[in-house]
């Protein structure tokens, strides 16, 4: 039996209380980019909104927002960083 | 070696550590330590929690040694974060680099304190003594300085 295709998404800090989780599994077909999915995620959580000020990580890598999303991929998402 | 703990740390013990490890090759050892302070201006800190996104933490610090080790003459690097919560003037995080000479101990010290601020995936939830509760923001000089640290287009 074939597998959705999907993607990991985590969500961090201010993002993560905003948006009220903190992992979710998402079906996603086929590429999408960073900032594409980021208009996504401002409709499913308008609380989040303007999504396209929060950072990407796609498989534990900074991601600037043209990066493609590819399904099986972990997708973080957050505020810019803030430790040291 | 990069550590992200909620345990606290002994910067003298790291210290001898390193200097042991490196001993006779290093003639110079540079170390940061950074506490936790009042972060808004008219408000103390009561409590600081420290988030943190397991596995790329340690990824990013990892590469920004590598970093160093590319630019500069480093023999030894260590970087200790704290995460979890923690109290006003508690230690967060240390940094200590040993070279043979110190320009390159001073120099990959500041740099990984620097480029740690904009690049490891660490957010700081600062409760104020008044039980008020906020997410810390980055701030634009953290940003600027380590943009200071780029390698210019014709040199990189």
């Keep these: ?84 | 070696m990069v550590l992200v703990q909620e345990a606290d740390f002994d910067s003298a013990a790291l210290i001898a550590g390193m200097r042991q490890r490196t001993a006779g090759k290093a003639g110079a050892l540079v170390s940061f330590t950074g506490y936790v302070r009042d972060y808004a201006e008219n408000a103390q800190t009561h409590t600081l929690f420290l988030e943190h996104y397991p596995g790329m933490c340690e990824r990013e610090i990892e590469a920004l040694c590598a970093t160093a080790r590319e630019r500069w003459d480093v023999q030894d690097c260590l970087v200790v974060h704290r995460v979890g919560e923690l109290h006003n003037a508690d230690q967060i995080v240390f940094v200590a680099v040993a070279s043979a000479h110190r320009g390159d101990s001073f120099r990959a010290c500041e740099f990984l304190i620097d480029a740690l601020k904009t690049r490891a995936p660490f957010w700081k939830r600062e409760t104020l003594a008044s039980g008020d509760r906020f997410w810390v923001q980055q701030r634009d000089e953290d940003a600027e300085k380590t943009g200071q640290w780029a390698v210019p287009r014709d040199q990189a």
């Excluded at chain 1, 079906?27 to 959580?45: D, K, M, N, V, Y």
């Design chain 1, 1 to 84: 039996m074939a597998t959705t295709p999907s993607i990991k998404v985590l969500y961090f800090a201010q993002v993560a209380e905003l948006a009220g989780l903190r992992e979710e599994v998402q079906t996603l077909a086929s590429p999408i980019s960073g900032a594409e999915w980021l208009s996504g995620l401002e409709i499913r959580h308008p609380q989040l909104a303007p999504a396209a000020r929060l950072k990407l990580a796609i498989n534990q890598q900074h991601a600037p927002h043209h990066t493609l999303i590819q399904p099986g991929d972990e997708v973080a998402v957050f505020e810019p960083v803030t430790g040291g």
